[in-house]
């Protein structure tokens, strides 16, 4: 469904992504860990046309996002819950919801907002509220139900478990599954390895730019250098 191949990103002088490839089968959860600066986040800004590449190929179902502007990525079926959430906090959950659907017009909102309802009963009764007076962990179900408004085929997900408690860390990882069993592909980047290596089926590890590791999500697991660095075991 989607092939990164030889990923090339920088900020001015800074190589942030150094030649990372990847893949997402559709219907598969793929997680990115690694420690901070090792190029997850611009990895997935990238995907989104958020930043351009210096150099390599990004394709989703055959067509190239290179150069594509955002909107069109979000056209694309590409939606994007970035890294601190971005809602819009003096909106209530109910227009921050309406945004997520406002660059496919195409789509039903009535019918979507139905199905985000089954998946996050919360954010129907809480639809008036404005988004910033939201939990930590309600703000993160509200940023991940806002992307879905758009339909997305695949989801990226950047650190959906920063800040959480562990009872809503726990939340959020069924909210993940649910969505994947609606047949939507996955990116989960997490600085929480555990967490991503537990919903996936297949990893890749970054360091300072680059893949250092991959593999089946349960190899890693058990991968005696990634427990020791990135699991704490
Ligand atoms: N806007 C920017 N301007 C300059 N350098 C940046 C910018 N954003 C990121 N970088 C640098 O690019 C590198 C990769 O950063 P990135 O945010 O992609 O890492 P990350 O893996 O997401 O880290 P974290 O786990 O802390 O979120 C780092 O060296 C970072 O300092
Ligand atoms: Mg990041």
Redesign the pocket.
């Known amino acids: 469904m989607l092939e990164v191949e030889n990923l090339w990103v920088r ?2 002088t ?1 190589e ?2 150094k030649g990372v490839s990847f893949t997402v089968s559709a219907g598969s959860i793929v997680s990115l860990i ?10 997935l800004r990238a995907l989104t046309g958020l930043v351009q590449p210096g150099a390599g190929e990004l394709r989703f179902e055959s067509t190239s996002l290179v150069g594509l502007a955002p909107h069109q990525i979000v056209s694309l079926g590409i939606a994007h819950v970035p ?1 601190g959430r971005r809602l819009f906090p003096k909106m209530t959950v109910l227009e921050n919801l309406t945004m997520g659907a406002y660059l496919r017009p195409r789509i039903d909102v009535a019918s979507t907002l139905t199905m985000i309802y089954e998946h996050f009963p919360i954010l129907k009764e809480r639809g008036r509220q404005r988004a910033g007076s939201l939990s930590g962990g309600e703000q993160q179900m509200l940023a991940i139900a806002r992307a879905l408004m758009s339909r997305p085929k695949l989801l990226l997900l950047d ?1 959906p478990s920063m800040g959480l408690s562990p009872i809503m860390t726990a939340e959020v990882g069924k909210v993940i599954r649910q969505i994947n069993s609606l047949r939507v592909s996955i990116i989960l ?1 997490e ?1 929480n390895a555990m967490l991503a290596l537990t919903l996936a089926q297949y990893g890749y590890v ?1 360091q300072t ?1 680059q893949v250092v590791m991959q593999g089946k999500a349960e190899d890693l697991l058990r991968d005696e250098g990634v427990k020791k660095a990135y699991l704490g075991l």
Not at 34 to 43: E, I, Q, V
């Open positions: 900020y001015g800074v942030a992504v690694g420690a901070n600066g090792a190029g997850k986040t611009t990895s890294e650190e980047v600085q970054l730019g």
